[in-house]
Structure formats: structure tokens, C-alpha cells
């Protein structure tokens, strides 16, 4: 269900609709508001709201408005009529009327229809989506089109589009920026759907904020949304945001870049490196495992140093992941056998194997620990759990963040407890 409303007035009840405008500023500061073009001047001026201003009546406006309404992108109309001194020049209620009947969006010609319509917007909940048309390898519109059918019976939907020219980031604290000036913030709530990387990013504006965040994953491992048990089918998570059930979660800090799920040096940096896009829409998820095998034939040890609670530890290693939330499919953070995303701290596991044998055997032990949810015994693997890590290598290692390469080493890493509110399952810890 889209967020623009649509207001029209004949020439005589256009003070009526500002005042209206006025008198219900809190809940149309919600909604992106569409006008005939005299109509939009004036209730700009008067309430210093935006309005996107269409051509006045007497040239069109009224028509482009019912074309907005064609293509599914208008919530509600208001049109007050004056039933009895309208000139010939405004606009006619009849050809918008019989528009509104066929596509069934709601028509106020009076401020009796119009209080009810805006009563009913005020109770109404607005996620505003986060849509990646790239991620995954279903079809993007047959997704969105499900996503809007599973949750628009309760909720007004504000879709934005992810695009190569603009970054995630400036897109998602833009909508921040008007959820914190909007009278009603409970109501709204940001969702991202897209891959892991898509969510990360959405997330990262988030953190902080105490706005709940919605995830419909569409990515190749969707790691975040099973380690939360949010279902990665899209009727279920869309369910799941329905419900409205929220968890306040973890997220850590790495080098001043927010994180939610894993920091991987070494070994997993150079997987994630190797699974390449053009791998994982051939493979998918075999994707990792593919570029895990192809590293193992080539990762060397390199000299590590970490430092927790004052305490330096010098080592040779291969590989060092750090999670602060990771589902039992990412193997390499599977070292304490269960990974807690709420307790704050961070889960270390740090690989020393010295030959491909032992690092396989090293990733058998690992995969055996997720499943039976008890930690590795394994002398090449060693666990911690810490709220804090400092890491420096010789020579530098590639360092990936939820999935993207950031750099390379020295980094720090540090739990931010309850920092993320997140549409989830009840049953989760």
C-alpha cells in the first residue's frame, strides 16, 4: 500500500482543506502529500509542509492524480467539492470518482469523509522498504509485488529503491531524518530487503536509533536473518514484521564500521574474496564452500597478535573470526558450539592448523559443534568470548565485515549491547 495522499479542493472550500490540513498536520507529516497545484501552493505556505504540486485543476492536475492512482502509488484522495457555487473551470469529481471506484482507493468529497479517512491513516502502521532489485536470483518484481500483497491488509508501504548512484546509507538516514521529526515515530518502522550486505547496511544507519528494523531477506546466505530465526521465505518474515513482535539484539563495532554479524581474517577473508557474484548466482550458497575448499590448498600461516583486557597474546595462525551473532551455517564462528547474539560478548574462534588435512578436519569438528551446539575440543582451534579484541597480523590480512572486505588488519573489535531493535520470531533467546 503506497504513502501518498492526494488533495484536491474546488476554489471555495480550499481554506476548509488547509485548515483540515492543519488540524491533522501530525498524521499528514506522515505521508507524502500530492496536490493540484494552486491547492499544494497554499497548503505549503499555510502548514510548511512539502507537497509535490501537480498541474492546477483547470489544466490537468486532477488527471495526472487519477494516473498516480492507475499505477497503484496513491493511498487516499481528499477532493472537497463545492456542490453548489463550483465554476465551470474546476476540476469534475465524476471522472476521479469513477477511477477510485475501479482501482478501490478511498474518496473524501466533504470533511466528514475526510475525518474518517485520515482516522483511519492515523491508526494505520508505515514501513518504509528498503528494496534491492539486484539481490538474490528470483525475479524482483514478482518479490516485491508478494511482499506488498503479504503486508499492505496492515501497513502503509514506502518503497525505495537501492541504487549503484547512491549509497544505502544516505537513502536509509534520510528516512530517519523524517521518522524523528514525525509527531507519531512509534508508527514507523524501516524494513530491508535485500542480501546480507543489503541488511547490513540498513542496519548500520538503525543501530542507535531504537526504530525497529524489519528484514525480508533475498540474499544467497541471508546469515543475520537465520541466526535471529526470522524465516527466509518472504511470507513468513513479512509475517513475522505483521505480528509485530520486536528483539533488542547486539551489533559490535569494527575500526569505527558497525557490524552485526562477523569479522573473518585470513582464511575467511579470502573465501568471502574468492565467492565472487558471478560464483554464487551459478552455485548459491556452495559458493562458500567451494572458495573454502580452493583456500585451504592455499592459506599459510601468518604471525598474530591479540590483545584482550591489557593481555597481548602473540601466535601463528590461519584463520581468526569473530562473531557477535552468526547462524550455524557460517562454520568459522562455530568454535563455542553456540554463537549469542544479546549476551554482550564477542565469540573468537582462532584456527592454527598447519597443514590442509588438519584445516579440513579443523572445519569438520567446527560444522560437528553447530550442530550439537557444544564447543570444538580441537587443539587447533582455540575459543574466547571477550566484549573487546584488538588484532594486528604480519603481513596485513584481508579483514571481512558481514560479508564485504573492508581492508585489511590491524582492527579492533567491541561489543555495543542492545543497540538493535529487530522484528523477530517470539521464540527466540
Known amino acids: 500500500m503506497p504513502t501518498n495522499i492526494a488533495l484536491i479542493a474546488h476554489d471555495n472550500k480550499k481554506n476548509d482543506l488547509v485548515n483540515f490540513v492543519k488540524q491533522y498536520i501530525s498524521i499528514f507529516s506522515r505521508y507524502h502529500l500530492i496536490a493540484t497545484g494552486t491547492t499544494g501552493q497554499k497548503i505549503e505556505q499555510e502548514t510548511g509542509l512539502e507537497v509535490e504540486k501537480m498541474a492546477s485543476g483547470p489544466f490537468g492536475g486532477d488527471t495526472q492524480i487519477a494516473a498516480q492512482i492507475v499505477k497503484g502509488e496513491i493511498t487516499a484522495v481528499i477532493f472537497l467539492i463545492d456542490p453548489l457555487y463550483a465554476q465551470p473551470h474546476e476540476p469534475d469529481i465524476k471522472a476521479l470518482l469513477r477511477i477510485c471506484e475501479v482501482y478501490n482507493v ?63 546509507t544516505s537513502q536509509v538516514e534520510k528516512i530517519i531524518a523524517q521518522i524523528q521529526t514525525s509527531a507519531q515515530q512509534e508508527d514507523n518502522f524501516i524494513i530491508a530487503s535485500g542480501g546480507d550486505g543489503t541488511v547490513s547496511e540498513v542496519a548500520r544507519s538503525v543501530i542507535g536509533t531504537k526504530i525497529p528494523l ?42 569505527d564500521i558497525s557490524m552485526l554479524l562477523i569479522a573473518g581474517i585470513g582464511f575467511g577473508a579470502e573465501t568471502i574474496d574468492k565467492a565472487d557474484r558471478e560464483m554464487k548466482n551459478r552455485l548459491g550458497i556452495l559458493a562458500y564452500i567451494f572458495a573454502g575448499f580452493q583456500q585451504i590448498q592455499e592459506q599459510e600461516l601468518f604471525e598474530t597478535t591479540i590483545e584482550i583486557d591489557s593481555k597481548v597474546t602473540k601466535m601463528q595462525t590461519n584463520g581468526i573470526t569473530i562473531a557477535n551473532a552468526a547462524p550455524p551455517t557460517s562454520v568459522l564462528a562455530q568454535g563455542s558450539g553456540d554463537v549469542n547474539f544479546n549476551d554482550g560478548l564477542l565469540d573468537i574462534t582462532i584456527a592454527t592448523s598447519k597443514t590442509p588435512l588438519q584445516a579440513i578436519q579443523a572445519l569438520a569438528s567446527l560444522f560437528t559443534s553447530a550442530l550439537v551446539k557444544t564447543p570444538t575440543n580441537r587443539e587447533d582451534l582455540i575459543c574466547l568470548r571477550t566484549e573487546k579484541i584488538k588484532v594486528s597480523t604480519n603481513p596485513p590480512q584481508k579483514v571481512v565485515i558481514d560479508g564485504e572486505i573492508i581492508g585489511t588488519t590491524p582492527i579492533e573489535i567491541k561489543c555495543i549491547p542492545d543497540s538493535l531493535t529487530v522484528f523477530a520470531p517470539l521464540a527466540i533467546n
Open 106 to 168: 478511498p474518496l473524501a468529497t466533504n470533511l466528514a469523509t475526510a475525518f474518517a479517512i485520515i482516522h483511519l491513516l492515523g491508526k494505520t502502521r508505515i514501513g518504509h522498504l528498503i528494496f534491492n532489485p539486484v539481490a538474490g536470483q528470483g525475479n524482483p518484481d514478482q518479490e516485491l509485488d508478494l511482499i506488498r500483497n503479504f503486508l499492505q491488509p496492515d501497513i502503509h508501504l514506502n518503497v525505495i529503491f537501492t541504487r549503484a548512484d547512491l549509497s544505502v
Open 214 to 255: 524489519g528484514i525480508i531477506p533475498r540474499g544467497t546466505a541471508n546469515s543475520f536473518s537465520v541466526a535471529l530465526g526470522i524465516p527466509t521465505q518472504i511470507q513468513g518474515a513479512c509475517e513475522t514484521i505483521r505480528r509485530g513482535a520486536t528483539k533488542v539484539v547486539d551489533t559490535a563495532l569494527c575500526n
